[in-house]
């Protein structure tokens, strides 16, 4: 594991555990990840509890310097993600004033008026970098909790997520990591053979991915195989893509 370019995602939200709510916070940001040379090493779902959420920080920067949180910024008293953040980093929460004039120009522009509950998802906590969300009221923020460690707090619906990812923090992390480029991909997709058979094949073929990583990947009625190699091994995911299709030459799907 990379602490370096390795990156947690906690997501918080008890309707998340219950089975109400569908979470694919950890698709969009593992694929946004990957697009730049990155990798999500880690996807943990927690309820809505300081002590839980707390322990759960504190954990994934002992692993990683960079964790994503998500969930729990809204105006309701279940809403406690920023104040479990402060109490674990001994910060105060304060007004976002760039976010509360994006919110007050929303409202405006929806004819609504501005609510103290509302005023409420402008907060974020003291010392951290406001990210606005063009998709919805609570901003997302970036905290440097200590040296070399970064925290991004999103909001958890799907669109204001990837809102905030795709407009602050992939932007950020691309920056951040000038020199770091993103995995040579291959795809195979096999059709009228299972999982295991192709297995058998490649074991009675002695076939050996040497400096490649591969992954199966089956469903309805196809198997997918990913090959993925850093750039200098090109050569290598080359020459284990040529063997592959050979090998299974009358099972592949034209591409």
């Known amino acids: 594991m ?3 370019t390795d990156i947690e995602l906690i997501s918080i939200g008890s309707e998340l555990l219950s089975g109400r709510t569908l979470n694919s916070h950890a698709q969009t940001l593992g694929a946004a990840l990957t697009a730049i040379g990155l990798r999500l090493s880690r996807d943990t779902t927690i309820p809505d509890e300081i002590e839980t959420i707390q322990s759960a920080v504190r954990e994934a920067f002992g692993r990683t310097d960079i964790v994503v949180v998500s969930g729990g910024l809204g105006p309701t008293s279940d809403d406690i993600t920023r104040e ?3 109490g674990l980093f001994g910060c105060k929460i304060i007004i976002s004033p760039a976010a509360l ?13 501005v609510t103290p509950a509302a005023e409420r998802q402008a907060l974020i906590l003291e010392g951290a970098e406001t990210l606005l969300n063009f998709a919805g009221m609570a901003p997302g923020e970036v905290f440097f909790p200590v040296v070399g460690k970064i925290l991004f707090v999103v909001p958890g619906p799907p669109n204001e997520f990837a809102a905030v990812l795709n407009d602050h923090i992939v932007p950020q992390l691309t920056k ?3 020199d770091v480029v993103p ?4 795809v195979l997709t096999t059709e009228g053979i299972g999982e295991s058979d192709i297995v058998t094949r490649l074991e009675a073929a002695n076939f050996q991915c040497l400096k490649t990583s591969i992954g199966f990947y089956p469903g309805f009625g196809r198997v997918e195989i990913r090959l993925t190699a850093p750039r200098e091994q090109l050569a290598a995911l080359e020459a284990v893509e040529r063997t592959l299709r050979a090998i299974l030459h009358d099972k592949l799907i034209a591409e």
């Open 2 to 4: 990379d602490m370096k």
């Open 176 to 178: 951040k990591f000038p």
């Open 101 to 113: 004039a994006a919110l007050h120009k929303r409202f405006k522009e929806r004819g609504r008026n």
């Open 84 to 86: 479990a953040l402060a």
């Open 183 to 186: 995995l040579e991909l291959r």
